[in-house]
């Protein structure tokens, strides 16, 4: 982002991930609580890249061999005459999509308790940061009053 910007920039999507990555600004007067948001902001943002490239990654990993196990069983290859990639059918994806799920379901189950502990932090933290603004500004606002 240029110098002069004075908010977080989001990125095109992470070809692993398919999360946006996000720049986040840094005030230069951040008080050490706005540090502490942006921080468990940029802590989440990394969390969530790593899991969602390592799930991703092995999602098409195991949708291959899938493809290729049933395809090889059919007596089919990968690629047909024509040189384009042989598919199954959605019924057959289904069963590949359900135990996929089936399988990864307490890593999802994980995933979304930390997720959930992560925001509910971020949301704590920008409560209080809200709140010191509006306290700051009321102060300042009184002050100028008075004068």
Known sequence: PPAHSRS?????????????????????AESPLERRLREARQEAQACNQRFWARHNRAFRQEKEEFIYSRLKAKGLEMRDETGQKATLNAEEMADFYKDFLRKNFRKHLQYNRDWYKRNFTITFLMGRVALVRALRRLRWKKKNVEQ
Request: overall charge neutral; hydrophobic content about 35%; proline content about 24%.
């Open 8 to 28: 977080d920039w989001i990125g095109p999507p992470d070809k692993h991930s398919n999360l946006r990555p996000v720049i986040f600004y840094v005030p230069p």
